[in-house]
């Protein structure tokens, strides 16, 4: 290939990689596998090694990030970056409400759009000529630390503004929000403990972090998203409201909020931050509040700003997650890997709605770094689904303190003598120690594993304890009567656990992989596997070099997965549990199923009756379908359940055809 035809090939692949790109991260919708991707972008990478003078900024191969710079240097933002008003009293939402009628005039029509108010950190994106010249942290509002480097490692960052129905603008800044997701961080936070690295308090900390990395290739491996919320200046391009602002985002390319609304009254900002108090757990990243916003932009001018907060907009924020208690005890605990964790017993706390007795303290050097002792008061936090954790030590003057904790030499369940694992300390027993045995047990039964009903770690420790499971496949010879004369338990209790138990012994391949509780295997790795492989069979058949065929399988993860199933108790228990105990449902390898629904995507929102979301996904992609976050103009059927959210206006505003509850099972019973 010569120059000249190199330069035409690289424009299409930069659009086509570009593209594609847009509709997995920001749109969740791909329409490419991800075989086909890989080729599109092996050839753009290839043809710039044999080019590189015709590599580009804006190339999607620029996002593995590279320059190492010795520090930040400090650029001035285009407009002021301000902050917002806020509180956490909700009488404030009326009072927001009066001062903008009152100095809009009492005639005026007002319309407030509401969004989420992302709990991440605030970042300045510059485009000129549609493409990105400059990323910069908030700073202090006026200016900041230039990060362009890092910014475009993150998939969500448009290097280039998408040009369509809304021309790009000739230059643009853009205020967004720079997060990462709650599961992505809890994966990030166990590797960095796994490495006796201090692991972060929250997203915001991991996120903000990790933009501020003098190395922006160890910024490309953290798992941050943006959102895009505000335009602080532009030269062609001038929108009357916000809500035309953000849809000028999103046809840019920027990922923008699927949650926000668009309303005219205080009662209504009320109900929908009612409901994102409700909904707050199940959004998958973080979020701190609701942010009301005037949407005339008109309007906004009349009201004006303090050199801090513009008056037009206000932050109702959430309760607190975080409360300050008293450390009653550290015990340490034995978890199903046998990894000692030392845990806070807390004076009984409520945290945002769930009372809080227990915390993590995560590992030895965690108790030291901290140093919480017996008795101290301390500062603890829950987020989101995450296990509450103690943040801090409050100190108290003129305090004796108790003396430092120190970690049993045995095992406080089995009396095993423990051994020192770097940060860790284990239990080598194995499933012959109880905890490490009820604490497989309760994984078994999880969720994302076997899913069966009643099986907390109450009763695992009650099963253990009493010498009904000495061994995991046990379990599943379980009767009735040798249930009910336990604690807790009568006739009705002791049959529905042993229901639930034959229900669950008829389960497909990914739940079962994930239950085993195989070293560094998740649920989606275990998905993957089961993609791959098809049948437990060839898993089992597969040597290391097979395994890191599998996407997002490493060499580490493959040897671990290897040194499982090759370890003789591991396939003892395997071949118990299978020897009439469990039957596997298992698919065909790599590709997906096929069925009714091969190609239909679907989108979830709101409860079902008669099911779980989990079971409505089970039952959709069993028949070969795919179940999405978000509507977009690809989704097949909008799935409505009780109490709705932004996706099903979403949905009547795109024109997808919506289900309800009786719509959907009658679906699920054609294909
Ligand atoms: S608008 C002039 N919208 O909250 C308007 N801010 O406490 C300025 N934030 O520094 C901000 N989500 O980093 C806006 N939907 C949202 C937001 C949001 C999060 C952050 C922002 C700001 C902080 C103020």
Redesign the pocket.
């Known amino acids: 290939m010569n120059r000249q035809q190199a330069v035409r090939r690289l424009a299409e692949l930069r659009v086509q990689v570009d593209h594609h790109n847009y509709l997995y991260h920001v749109c969740d919708a791909p329409e490419i596998s991800d075989v086909a991707y890989d080729a599109l972008f092996c050839e753009l990478r290839g043809l710039e090694e044999e080019f590189p003078a015709l590599v580009t900024p804006d190339s999607p191969t620029q996002r593995v990030g590279g320059e190492v710079l010795e520090g930040f240097e400090t650029v001035a933002h285009a407009a002021p970056?301000?902050?917002?008003d806020?509180s956490a009293d909700e009488a404030a939402i009326e009072r927001f409400d009066e001062r903008v009628r009152k100095a809009l005039g009492e005639t005026a029509e007002v319309a407030y759009v509401l969004?989420?108010?992302?709990?991440?950190?605030?970042?300045e994106l510059v485009y000129e000529g549609g493409v990105l010249v400059r990323a910069a942290t908030?700073g202090n509002?006026l200016e900041g630390e230039g990060i362009t480097a890092n910014a475009r490692t993150i998939s969500t960052v448009p290097l280039r503004l998408r040009t369509g129905v809304i021309p790009a603008p000739s230059f643009l800044s853009v205020?967004a929000?720079v997060i990462m997701e709650v599961g992505p961080f809890e994966a990030y936070n166990e590797r960095l403990m796994a490495e006796g690295r201090p692991p972060f308090a929250n997203p915001r900390n991991a996120a903000a972090g990790a933009l501020r990395q003098l190395d922006s290739r160890l910024t490309a491996r953290r798992p941050l998203d943006t959102?895009a919320?505000?335009i602080l200046a532009a030269e062609g391009f001038a929108g009357d409201t916000h809500w035309e602002v953000l849809d000028a985002l999103a046809a840019w390319g920027f990922r923008v909020?699927e949650l926000r609304r668009r309303v005219s009254t205080a009662a209504e900002i009320v109900a929908f931050f009612h409901q994102m108090t409700a909904e707050r757990d199940e959004i998958p990243f973080e979020?701190?509040?609701v942010?009301i916003?005037l949407d005339d932009l008109a309007a906004r001018e009349e009201i004006g700003?303090t050199s801090h907060?513009?008056r037009?907009?206000f932050?109702m924020k959430f309760q607190p997650r975080k409360e300050v208690t008293r450390l009653l005890e550290i015990v340490a605990s034995v978890g199903r890997t046998g990894v000692v964790t030392p845990v806070a017993i807390l004076r009984p706390v409520e945290i945002g709605g769930v009372t809080v007795s227990r915390a993590t303290l995560h590992n030895r050097a965690e108790v030291e770094r901290k140093d919480v002792r017996q008795g101290d008061k301390v500062r603890v936090q829950r987020a989101g689904d995450v296990i509450p954790q103690v943040v801090e030590r409050i100190p108290e003057k003129g305090k004796r303190r108790a003396r430092p904790f120190r970690m049993p030499k045995k095992c406080p369940s089995c009396s095993t003598p423990l051994v020192e694992r770097g940060p860790f300390t284990l239990c080598p027993n194995g499933l012959d120690c109880p905890a490490q045995l009820a604490g497989r047990i309760v994984h078994l039964g999880s969720r994302n594993a076997l899913d069966i009903e009643g099986l907390g770690e109450e009763t695992a420790k009650l099963l253990v304890e009493h010498g009904l499971v000495s061994r995991l496949p046990e379990l599943f010879d379980l009767l009735p009567e040798q249930l009910t004369p336990l604690e807790g338990f009568a006739e009705k209790s002791a049959d529905a656990l042993v229901a639930g138990l034959a229900r669950a012994a008829q389960t497909e391949l990914p739940r079962f992989l994930f239950g085993l509780g195989i070293p560094e295997v998740g649920a989606t790795v275990a998905r993957q596997l089961a993609r791959h492989f098809g049948t437990l069979a060839r898993l089992r058949a597969a040597d290391e070099e097979a395994l890191v065929e599998v996407e997002g399988v490493g060499s580490i993860m493959a040897a671990a997965i290897d040194g499982y199933l090759s370890e003789p108790h591991n396939v003892e228990l395997i071949d118990s549990l299978l020897d009439g105990r469990i039957a596997l449902i298992e698919g065909k390898p790599a590709g997906a199923v096929a069925g009714a629904f091969t190609g239909l995507r679907f989108v979830l929102t709101g409860a079902l009756e008669s099911m779980t979301r989990d079971e409505a996904k089970r039952e959709i992609e069993s028949r070969g379908g795919r179940v999405v976050t978000s509507v977009s103009g690809k989704t097949s059927y909008v799935v409505v359940g009780d109490k709705p959210g932004s996706k099903f206006d979403k949905a009547v505003e795109l024109g997808i055809e919506t289900l309800d509850e009786a719509g959907f099972i009658a679906l699920l019973a054609s294909g």
């Open positions: 970056m301000l902050s917002l806020s969004e989420p108010k992302f709990d991440g950190a605030s970042l908030r509002g205020r929000e959102f919320y505000d909020s979020i701190d509040g942010v916003k700003t907060h513009p037009w907009a932050a």
